[in-house]
């Protein structure tokens, strides 16, 4: 079995399609971290003795642990979101499990870079075999990659397809379908 590359592997790699990835700002987290220091300094100043107090100085704590878990989450290495720079289009993330019996069909499409074929390929809820797509609303690029089911983990078993034009917009229609 071949080793290829993981889709996040290959946007990350990506020079020449202009896939850059934008770092969510972390002004909302700090808002709420602000809002939560306040409530907590408004429980024990202004309402000081009064039953109100603890109530809201455990509020005032809990909004700041939750805006400090969101401002590590948003300021982490992973985080941000991967952007289409031609268009500004956000790559989203889909996970498509199909029949285990279309896998080779999805591999012969994939391969004689028939991507009308794709539409005929039945979804399941649950399957050993998944398809990892990122791609844009509008339908301007799509990548996809074929991943099958080794005990423990899902590994590809096909390369990395970057799809624009027609055959984006057919795997787009494939997605929301």
């Known amino acids: 079995m071949e080793n290829f590359e993981r889709i996040e592997e290959k946007i990350q790699n990506m020079k020449d399609e202009k896939i850059i990835k934008v770092k ?13 220091i306040l409530i907590a300094i408004l429980g024990l100043t202004i309402f000081k003795g009064a039953s109100l107090t603890p109530l809201l100085v455990v509020t005032g704590a809990v909004i700041i642990i939750v805006g400090v878990i969101y401002l590590v989450m948003k300021t982490s290495k992973n985080s941000g979101d991967y952007i289409y720079e031609p268009t500004g289009g956000k790559l989203k993330k889909y996970k498509i499990y199909i029949d285990t019996s279309n896998a080779r069909k999805m ?6 870079k028939d991507f009308n074929g794709v539409k005929t390929i039945k979804k399941t809820m649950d399957s050993g075999c998944l398809m990892e797509i990122r791609g844009t609303d509008d339908g301007s690029i799509f990548l996809f990659q074929l991943l099958e089911y080794i005990p423990h983990d899902f590994v590809p078993s096909s390369p990395v397809i970057v799809l624009h034009g027609e055959d984006a917009k057919i795997m787009l229609d494939f997605v929301k379908s």
């Open 24 to 36: 969510s700002s972390p002004f909302g987290s700090i808002i709420v971290i602000i809002a939560g």
């Open 107 to 112: 591999i012969s499409c994939i391969t004689n």
